[in-house]
């Protein structure tokens, strides 16, 4: 008879452990969804904006500025050629061009005094040329404090 006994105690057991155990599935999958929806929210909140800022960064565009004629006797013996030269300047920001319209007489003075002591030969080349605008850009970025000159473009260049 205790083996009656043990028997009727083992089925019991059985229905609590199934019970159990659906109770544990059930916190189980709760808290997998609670920890999923926390870590979606977490990702989209977060790094969501991260990725958003590094996929559009903000460049300020280029400006360009046209720098007034310049028209200048060239250092060849005689002191019978000239040269007339207009130029556009690429700059990295506005505050370069406006530095540039206040000081104007600055920047005008250091280019006439580079230009006037080039001779035919030094600028009659396309590398001459090349050089001449290095040169241009090294000045005025010497004199700039609020941007810099990345390009020299001449629109117009004429040596007679």
Known sequence: MADAGNEGDKPEEGEGSKSSKMKLLIIAV????VLGGGGY???TKFMGKNEEAHATPKE????IHSMESFLVN???P???RYLKVNMQLLLD???AEEEIKAR???FRDVLLALLSGKAYDDISTPNGKDVLKREVMLRMNRLL???QVKEIYFTEFLVQ
């Open 60 to 63: 300020t565009p280029p400006v």
């Open 78 to 80: 005689g002191g019978k």
């Open 93 to 95: 920001n506005g505050a």
């Open 74 to 76: 060239l250092a060849d």
């Open 104 to 106: 104007n007489y600055a």
């Open 30 to 33: 709760v808290v997998l969804a």
């Open 145 to 147: 404090t609020k941007g």
């Open 41 to 43: 929210f977490g990702w």
